[in-house]
């Protein structure tokens, strides 16, 4: 059996508190979807279920008890996401650099590779293959950076010079 590490050794990740309007609404969205259509219609099936009987072999209930506990669950989070990160607007002082939200074409020489994301919230990523973290190497990097500068990116596995192409903002 796997010993369980403490919590409290655990290193703590420390990510932006910042989002995109977008971003925000996409939350705001989820946590509608939520709290009035799955919620509710769960909420239904754990009280059928339990109008069934014996609770101890009843699968449905189980299933869709631990259901409810899960979309309680990312419902808090939803909140708390809402109520604590800072939405970033774009200003027209951020043209030009790359700064939070910005869209930015990079190329590497040496690989052959060229490269177009944007960067964003550590909670915009999901389903988004061509976002990157604020927080990423990469972001790091190249923030506060003009078109034609270089950007070293240091990983695990060595230093990676990106150039930057072009800069662009959703407006």
């Given at each position: 059996?796997?010993r369980?590490?403490?919590?409290?050794?655990l290193?703590?990740i420390?990510?932006?508190?910042?989002?995109?309007?977008e971003?925000?609404q996409?939350?705001?969205?989820?946590?509608?979807?939520l709290?009035?259509?799955e919620r509710?219609?769960?909420?239904?099936?754990?009280?059928?279920a339990?109008s069934?009987?014996?609770?101890?072999?009843?699968?449905?209930?189980h299933?869709?008890?631990?259901r409810?506990?899960?979309?309680?669950?990312?419902?808090?989070?939803?909140?708390n996401?809402?109520?604590n990160?800072?939405?970033?607007h774009?200003h027209?002082?951020?043209?030009?650099?790359?700064?939070?939200?910005?869209?930015v074409e990079?190329?590497?020489?040496?690989?052959g590779?060229q490269?177009?994301?944007?960067?964003v919230?550590y909670?915009?990523l999901?389903?988004?293959?061509?976002y990157?973290?604020?927080?990423?190497?990469?972001?790091?990097?190249?923030?506060?950076?003009?078109?034609g500068?270089?950007?070293?990116?240091?990983t695990?596995?060595?230093?990676?010079v990106?150039?930057?192409?072009?800069?662009?903002?959703?407006?």
């Open positions: 059996m796997r369980k590490i403490p919590e409290s050794t290193p703590k420390i990510r932006s508190q910042m989002i995109t309007a971003g925000l996409k939350l705001r969205d989820e946590h509608d979807h709290w009035r259509v509710p219609e769960t909420t239904a099936k754990v009280s059928w339990a069934l009987g014996d609770r101890s072999e009843n699968a449905d209930y299933y869709n008890k631990k409810l506990r899960e979309i309680d669950k990312r419902i808090r989070y939803l909140c996401c809402i109520d990160f800072k939405v970033i774009y027209p002082n951020q043209e030009g650099k790359v700064m939070f939200g910005a869209w990079v190329k590497n020489e040496a690989k590779l490269k177009r994301f944007r960067i919230g909670e915009e999901t389903d988004n293959k061509d990157i973290s604020m927080d990423s190497p990469m972001a790091k990097a190249l923030l506060d950076k003009t078109v500068d270089v950007a070293i990116v240091q695990k596995l060595g230093d990676f990106w150039e930057i192409l072009k800069i662009t903002y959703q407006k």
